[in-house]
């Protein structure tokens, strides 16, 4: 889908019901007229009322209708296709590094349109609000995590990250309504996360899905910080398919440091030097 704001609802639609499914059919089957609708126009054409068009919007993280309609406009705007180059066992040296390095700059730049800074801003709070900070990740996601246990201690935050899925779900039912537990998941899929997310949050801790909009883990948490996978990710895994979530990580501690006053907040300062010893020559 040519649009990523149609392709979120487009992949809520099958848990849609009632008056919401309304209003996503009127929004994926015609979004350039939705475009110019007034919301009153658009709970009429949904056979809704206004205080639902308004919950619709927030299911998906929008501060209001007028940021929906600058997000629907600004997506209709034609762009040119992400273009994953895969490479080849005829690839020379020179043109592996080059599409690595492209690959990387592509999804970047696609991420840099697509990412919710509203959806930054909520996860901020939680955490500066949060008594304690876990961090849930398997496979490849457990380097994120580690990366956001590293900064965020640093900041001054009391986190941990927790492996394995049966320590997961061990876990996450004891966490409280004071703490808050981070799932990070390309996919959004995986089983066992979404359990330990639904019992942490049945606990009433907050709980942040960084992954694929519409998934299953971001239908269960609080509050989802969306990474649309740019690439085909079924078969293989890319070398591209984590940045974006290394780049949220980052967004976060930016955020942290500024509503902590520091002066550099996109930087950490030096660790100790007796933690790492260095050659002075």
């Known amino acids: 889908m040519r649009n990523d704001l149609l392709r979120r609802i487009a992949l809520e639609h099958p848990a849609l019901t009632g008056a919401t499914l309304r209003i996503a059919d009127v929004l994926l089957s015609a979004p350039e007229a939705a ?5 009153a126009e658009l709970s009429q054409a949904a056979q809704t009322s206004d205080p639902t068009v308004v919950r619709f919007f ?25 273009d994953y180059e895969a490479i080849t066992s005829d690839d020379p040296p020179q043109s592996v590094c080059s599409k690595i390095v492209n690959n990387s700059l592509h999804a970047i730049q696609r991420f840099a349109r697509d990412v919710d800074s509203a959806a ?11 008594k304690g900070i876990f961090l849930f990740g398997l496979g490849i996601s457990e380097t994120i995590a580690f990366d956001a246990e590293h900064k965020f201690f640093r900041l001054g935050l009391h986190c941990r990250v927790v492996l394995e899925s049966q320590r997961q779900l061990l876990l996450a039912p004891t966490l409280r309504n004071d703490e ?29 899905a960084i992954c694929a909009p519409g998934s299953r883990l971001a ?45 550099l907040p996109d930087n950490l300062a030096a660790l100790d030097p007796w933690f790492t010893d260095k050659f002075m020559d």
């Open 35 to 39: 475009l110019k609708m007034s919301m």
């Open 58 to 82: 927030r299911r998906f993280d929008w501060a209001d209708y007028q940021d929906f309609k600058v997000r629907l406009g600004q997506g209709l705007i034609p762009q040119a296709p992400f």
């Open 120 to 130: 930054i801003e909520r996860a901020t709070q939680f955490l500066i609000d949060a």
């Open 180 to 208: 808050v537990a981070v799932f990070f998941s390309h996919s959004g899929s995986t089983k066992s996360l979404v359990m330990a997310a639904a019992m942490a949050k049945g606990k009433g801790a907050k709980t942040i």
């Open 219 to 263: 239908q269960t948490c609080d509050l989802t910080i969306a990474v649309p996978a740019y690439e085909n990710t079924e078969l293989y895994t890319p070398l591209t398919a984590r940045i974006n979530h290394l780049l949220v990580v980052n967004m976060l501690v930016a955020m942290l440091g500024l509503r902590q006053g520091r002066e």
